[in-house]
């Protein structure tokens, strides 16, 4: 069994930084997926209140459960800023799907003893794997 298919089968509680209700973008998708996959994922992001009619929160500190698993759909210096996050409040694994993740963000998480999905695409991870 890989990494991937191991984190879709054996995490239920997802956080997506970069939530957002615009339908037509990456932040709504990948939010969406995890839900039709039947996830518990939080929606994060300051900018907005809620995602759909999940309560979106500003920052991964302020969840009401720690996450088992943060996908990042934010650029790459603030995939940065969320690995820090992660380590301070011991979420084991980051997934960065691509345009997320840098060569430094993937070094920080990794140095931290956190684990790493990068370059990735969960939606197609979640279909591929039957998880959706």
């Known amino acids: 069994m890989s990494y991937v298919t191991d984190v879709l089968k ?3 509680v997802f956080a997506v930084v970069g939530a957002t209700p615009n339908k037509e973008k990456y932040g709504y998708k990948i939010f969406e997926a995890l839900r039709e996959g039947n996830y518990q994922v939080f929606p994060v992001n300051p900018k907005y209140e809620k995602v759909d009619e ?3 929160y500003p920052s991964l500190a ?3 459960t720690k996450p088992e698993v943060v996908v990042t759909v934010v650029p790459p210096e603030v995939t940065l800023k969320v690995v ?3 380590q301070l409040l ?3 694994v980051v997934w960065m799907p691509p345009g997320s993740w840098s060569e ?3 070094s920080k998480a990794e140095s931290l003893d956190l684990k790493v999905i990068h370059d990735i ?3 197609y991870s979640l279909k591929s794997f039957s998880f959706i």
Request: with cysteine; hydrophobic share 35%.
């Open 62 to 64: 302020q969840l009401p």
């Open 84 to 86: 820090e996050e992660c």
């Open 121 to 123: 695409c969960i939606i």
């Open 104 to 106: 430094e963000a993937v």
């Open 10 to 12: 054996n995490n239920r």
């Open 90 to 92: 011991g979420v084991p």
């Open 54 to 56: 999940a309560t979106c």
